[in-house]
């Protein structure tokens, strides 16, 4: 029996200390692979490290709040958990904070509101919109408390998809060929000092070891370089745990579909015919996958020249915040670090999987 | 009507949409598989011979790269069929370009060539179309009623973009309207022009401050571009307007329908659950529901327990077998729970919803990027049935 819970052999990424060497994390992927839940998973891992951690949402889904199970989240930052505050931040909002902030006008809001002025300031002006949001999060990040250390040891943001990324962290430059003079203008060289400072901001990419999203990771790798935004690890979400290799599939293969009824049959549990065909079936298909998978891996992590760290799919029954720890354990695992909730809520082959990808031979 | 359940939903194919509709448009939350079921759609249509164009407005050109065809254009391009199709069916399909669009509107709309090309110059017109939300849907649907009025083709299928919300498709037309209208915006370039009329002199003085504020923050270029911007578009609004009309006119005919594209996770099922719901608010008809990539339904002998039993039992046997069926077993069992979830989160999700069409795409091996791929998704959307 394997020792799960040891540490990687060559952990990919060298602990905690590494995985949060920014100040700032930017969670982006392809549309439907998970950022939400990645970025859930790195806040979780560096609550685990002890870190004081703020998750920020901002195209306003509410994502967060229905996965954790809270009241709608909004601008105001709140501790959700012990170590963990959560916002979702809007164009809006900055605009009036930005205005009072700079001009003192609170009185402008209620104008503003009723006469729909905002539609002008967040999407007439190119890219203020964009600008406004992470202008907030440059405030965040400057943010000290009294004794001078920052607010927040990590801000987790669930970022806009690939697609608009770059546009996105780009807005300052965008606003600069526009706004010729100005504190927008003056800001703008601030924010894109603090976007292109490894040690402050890392874009971390989410995908699924699948063709499409595979290659959209690598395109969105090159385009933030481009941008001289420094790329953190990639989390390949949703890995399918092997069950079984080519070699096992083998001998099942040889048994057959009456064989394997058989043999069930004999420890007392009832299985039919069809039933058996179906699982032979099934793992005829998942050796293909999981070989799909591994290629894909492969690829990811010679073709993008950053770590990458799996999620795996889980399959229990049902999915909740829960299986986030879990997720966040799996995380620290990987990096060498302790995983309690991982190994005892994932089974052997999962973690074992887990850890041959940081490093040593993937088995029969 | 009366309310089908889902099960009965779920007999029902998009065999007699794909058979008469003239629009389809599919629609879902980002990294659904709307591409590829616009392709698949596109392609069903084409077998069942009717002449099929397909209009794609993602960047990714992954409609392109779905249907092995690289470098898909702003014209429509036949796209060839290897198998021997019914008389009539064709499948077309192209790439729609924002900018070329907008163009053209302007061209048709504009009081004079000069003041087309002026607004055409117009660094805020440039860069509208990228950051007023709405912008993108807005001309994919007015390129849609364009294709549809040349009437070349018997069905229009179109794969909207991949919007923060799926809702702002709906909005996009009036959005684009009331904005481009811009008596808002007009009163705060020239609040001198409206004061005492309505909306009063507060809002006049308030724009004014705002204006203010607006030249000191932004610098004073911006707003000049914006006032020659509205000065120009002046005589536009209601041609624009009226298009924006007949938009929405085409679109809630009974020819047109929506298909709601989803995957089997609650995010995009909530996406997809709120858009049925404002198809209906807004009397526009749905086709149905694909969720796609779904697992296979296992069925449920033997029972958890006593599958947990056997494996522990196998585990342990000394030959090779019994291990290897222990993993077999562990495997029916992640399966399992996963399609299990699966279906409960799409039923939970469509509960009390209006779904009369409900067709599930299995998780196939790979990805889908050929015509081969496209054929069997194609053969499930007419048939509800898999291979």
């Keep these: 029996m394997p020792e799960t819970n040891r540490p990687a052999p060559n952990p990919a990424v060298a602990g905690f200390d590494e995985l949060f060497s920014s100040n700032m994390l930017i969670v982006t992927g392809k549309g439907g692979v998970g950022k939400t839940t990645g970025a859930a998973t790195l806040a979780l891992a560096a609550v685990a490290s002890g870190r004081r951690t703020l998750l920020v949402e901002v195209e306003g889904r509410q994502g967060f709040s229905r996965t954790f199970g809270t009241q709608p989240w909004d601008y105001t930052e709140r501790e959700f958990r012990p170590g963990l505050w959560g916002a979702s931040i809007d164009a809006a909002e900055s605009v009036y904070e930005y205005l009072e902030l700079f001009y003192g006008l609170k009185r402008m809001q209620w104008v503003m509101e009723r006469s729909n002025a905002l539609d002008f300031v967040t999407t007439a002006a190119p890219g203020l919109r964009d600008l406004l949001l992470v202008g907030k999060l440059y405030e965040i990040e400057q943010r000290r408390r009294p004794d001078g250390r920052r607010q927040y040891d990590l801000i987790v943001v669930d970022a806009p998809p690939t697609g608009r990324i770059i546009p996105f962290l780009q807005a300052p430059e965008g606003v600069t060929e526009i706004v010729r003079v100005g504190p927008i203008r003056r800001q703008a060289g601030q924010i894109k000092e603090m976007l292109t400072d490894p040690g402050r901001v890392q874009a971390v990419l989410v995908t699924l070891l699948e063709e499409m999203p595979v290659r959209e990771t690598s395109e969105g790798i090159a385009a933030l370089r481009s941008a001289d935004i420094a790329i953190g690890p990639v989390l390949a979400n949703q890995v399918v745990t092997p069950r079984l290799g080519p070699r096992t599939l083998q001998t099942v293969m040889a048994l057959g579909a009456e064989g394997l009824r058989e043999r069930v049959a004999a420890t007392g549990a009832r299985m039919s015919g069809r039933t058996a065909e179906l699982a032979l079936e099934l793992a005829n298909a998942h050796t293909d996958r999981v070989a799909f998978q591994a290629g894909l891996w492969a690829e990811l992590a010679e073709g993008c020249g950053v770590p990458v760290l799996s999620l795996p799919l889980l399959t229990g029954a049902t999915f909740d915040a829960g299986d986030l720890d879990v997720l966040a354990d799996v995380v620290a695992l990987q990096l060498g670090e302790d995983g309690p909730r991982a190994t005892e809520e994932l089974d052997e082959d999962a973690i074992a999987a887990l850890l041959q990808r940081s490093g040593a031979e993937v088995g029969a | ?387």
């Design chain 2, 1 to 387: 009507m009366s309310r089908a359940s889902l099960d009965e939903a779920r007999t029902h194919t998009f065999a007699e949409a794909i058979a008469e509709a003239h629009i389809l448009v599919t629609t879902g939350a980002g990294g659904v598989g709307k591409t590829t079921t616009a392709a698949a759609i596109g392609l069903a249509a084409a077998r069942a011979g009717r002449r099929t164009l397909v209009l794609t407005i993602d960047p990714a050109r992954r409609l392109a790269q779905s249907m092995g065809l690289e470098g898909l254009g702003d014209e429509p391009a036949l796209v060839e069929l290897g198998d021997d199709l019914p008389e009539g069916g064709e499948l077309w399909a192209m790439m729609l370009d924002m900018q070329t669009t907008f163009d053209r509107l302007i061209d048709r709309h504009a009081g004079s060539a000069e003041e087309a090309r002026s607004i055409k110059a117009n660094r805020i017109y440039r860069t509208l179309s990228s950051t007023l939300s709405g912008t993108q849907e807005y001309m994919a649907m007015e390129r849609l009623h364009e294709l549809h009025e040349a009437g070349e083709w018997d069905l229009l299928v179109i794969d909207t973009p991949p919007t923060r919300s799926a809702l702002d498709f709906l909005d996009a037309p009036n959005r684009m309207t009331s904005f481009l209208e811009g008596r808002l915006l007009k009163l705060l370039l020239k609040p001198g022009m409206v004061a005492g009329r309505g909306i009063g002199k507060v809002v006049g003085a308030g724009a004014t401050a705002f204006m203010r504020v607006a030249g000191r923050v932004t610098g004073m270029d911006l707003l000049q571009d914006l006032a020659t911007f509205f000065r120009d578009f002046e005589g536009m609004y209601d041609g624009f307007k009226q298009r924006a009309q007949e938009v929405l006119e085409l679109l809630r005919d009974p020819g047109s329908r929506f298909v709601v594209v989803t995957s089997p996770e609650p995010p995009p099922l909530r996406e997809a659950k709120f858009f049925l719901e404002r198809l209906e608010q807004e009397g526009l008809h749905a086709a149905g529901v694909v969720v796609n990539r779904i697992r296979p339904e296992v069925p449920q002998d033997p029972s958890e327990a006593a599958l947990q039993r056997a494996v522990d039992e196998l585990e342990r046997a000394d030959d090779p077998e019994g291990p290897a069926s222990a993993a077999v077993l562990r495997l029916l069992n992640d399966v399992r729970n996963l399609a299990g979830r699966q279906r409960r989160d799409v039923t939970a999700a469509l509960y009390s919803t209006n779904v009369d069409t409900l067709v599930e795409v299995p998780l196939l091996g790979g990805d889908i990027h050929d015509l081969d791929g496209l054929g069997v998704i194609a053969t499930t959307l007419m048939t509800g049935r898999n291979g």
